[in-house]
């Protein structure tokens, strides 16, 4: 499978802060990638550094094998990009914005777009600057998915949307993968859309990327460890792969990335009275994952055919 | 794809065009006598058409803030409303993208000059009209400054599309056009050199907006 996008140690630095670190990134074709992050965690910094309008400090991003910053006017027309907020001209019209857009590629699938806005229920007359953020959504897509791009990506899509609104431009979004097995990369926030679309996610956290998985691996890889005590909870003894590790009153909870017999014997060296561990769901583990006062330990994983090899050797 | 381009700027600018186009034509009225503006009006009988200066005052103050507004309102509308990240993923090159907006920016510049040079020059031509006769060379000071001032309007497009911090130093290559343009005035009194150096600052100018717009991170 021909990787469509590639990264190698991109990096960007915003005045002396670095939003995006060394950051190592692969995206196989016909895979729907989900780029989670808390805000300012670098997610548009990287989109935007992948599609040439941000210049990276260091190292290179490739699409389509060719530089982010050199893309040629025929590779663009093959990616199709939904920048945050959904930005259109607002003096034009649907149509208007339609027949703009139409005019720069060769492959126009202007049936696709009619079907699309008659979905949504956009007139071509209605006015951009008078449409919801949702109905200007569901335009930008409708105009990304005529052009009938071989990649999408898409900056936080549903950012703004009401969960109904959300969850209709979701369903548009997994008919347009199943169409033609499209690439997909999004970057979002909202956790329950990522979990439904997406095959493998990455994590940035403050810049770095520290989870590069099969969705479903990460949930797997990460549990929370409730230890309760009769008395005050002694320290937990650093070991790898504990992401946090907070006392709650007589309890002291673990987040721990591939709980194994190793944290078991550990925790149960401590005399607790109790030992819970609770599998997490992603939008939970990806909240303990990030937050904490220390950093993230990383999961990263190549093809989801090698999960269990694979994890023992990359869980730092 | 050209074309679509050409079109969309035309409408963005369209309505800058219109009032500076109607503020050009008021002031030509008031400069031929009729007192279209609530101020007076600006002839006196004895005056000569195009060398009294009054016309050329009112030409350079209309046309300097046209201008100024043509090239700020085409990009910095852009970055106002984000919609840069939109027009510049559309498969066409950089440079053709820019290259529309400064033709329909400058196109429209000139137009709206030109048409108020050649209203003014047609009611001086007219018999009657004034106590001196009417000769083209009379127009010349008003060709110059509608030819230098095209300076300030890639000055003030420069201004937009750089990064700036404060609108002290974004408005630097707006000031810059401007001296530059005074400048020119001075060098045409050799017309060789004035337009082999008007040439020569209007192409630096284009450079350094493609390699500003190249440069630049559009976040």
Redesign the interface.
Known sequence: MPDMIVTHRLTKYYDRRRVVDSLDLRVGQGLVYGLLGRNGAGK??VI?ML?G???PDYGRAEVFGEDALELR??T??R?A?L?E?H?????MTVGEAV???R???RNWNGRLLEQILDHFELSPRARVRRLSNGQRAQVSLALAVAADPELLILDDPTLGLDTVVRRDFLESLIQIIQRRGRTILFSSHILGDVERVADRIGVLVDGVLRVDCPTDYFKESIRKVVLEFDRPPPEFPACPGLVSNRQVGRKRELIVVGYGEEHRRLAESLGPRAVDVIELNLEDAFIEYTRGPRRALPIFMGEASDAESASAERVA | MLKALVLKELRETARIALVALAAHLACVANCAGYAVLPFRSMRNVDEIPFLDGSFLTSFCFVSVALAAALGLGQTVSESRWGTWLFLLHRPASLWRVLAAKLAVGAGLYLICGLVAILSYAAWAAMPGKHASPFRWWMTAYAWEAWGVIAVVYLGAFLAGIRPARWFGTRLLPLAAGGLLAVLLVFLLFWPLVGIAAFLLVAACLVGLIHFTARSRDFS
């Open positions: 548009s910094t935007k599609l309008m941000v210049h006017p025929e663009r027309s990616i990009y920048a907020g930005p259109l001209y607002r003096w027949r703009f857009a005019a720069f590629y």
